[in-house]
């Protein structure tokens, strides 16, 4: 792998890790922004699949499709595609909650769903990253 890729790669770690400090953060405080940490839940696991493309030789698209990055992933990695259906659940949150027009309230039940789905995403990745 060259430098250039590890680089890469690195920097989308760098940067999930800043997602996923926009999730535990607020998530403890009682008039957390919902919202928000869904969307952050969905841009942590977005950027660990794009980590993971940049590994595995994979150019990463510029989307917020969980299921596509993951799509991609399973080319090399075909056990991933299990991870498609689970990954619709946070592609939810990564446009719905920032445009007027498809804005709706998140439930706090909702958001307790989206992070332990983001830990269970973040779990697989990071041990295929280790991998890597």
């Known amino acids: 792998m060259s430098d250039r890729t590890s680089e890469a790669a690195r920097q989308w770690l760098a940067r999930a890790a800043i997602d996923w400090s926009s999730v535990e953060i607020p998530a403890g405080h009682e008039q957390c922004p919902r919202a928000a940490v869904c969307f952050h839940c ?22 917020h499709d969980l299921r596509r990055l993951v799509q991609l992933a399973a080319a090399k990695c075909p056990q991933w595609l299990a991870l498609s259906d689970r990954g619709d659940l946070l592609t939810d ?4 909650s920032r445009y007027p027009d498809e804005w709706r309230e998140i439930e706090l039940a909702e958001m307790n769903e989206m992070i332990p789905l983001a830990e269970e995403f973040a779990a697989v990745l990071i041990t295929k990253l280790g991998e890597g």
């Open 42 to 63: 969905q841009q942590n696991v977005e950027k660990l699949l794009k980590a993971l493309l940049t590994l595995l030789a994979i150019e990463a698209p510029r989307t």
């Open 93 to 96: 949150h990564a446009v719905q």
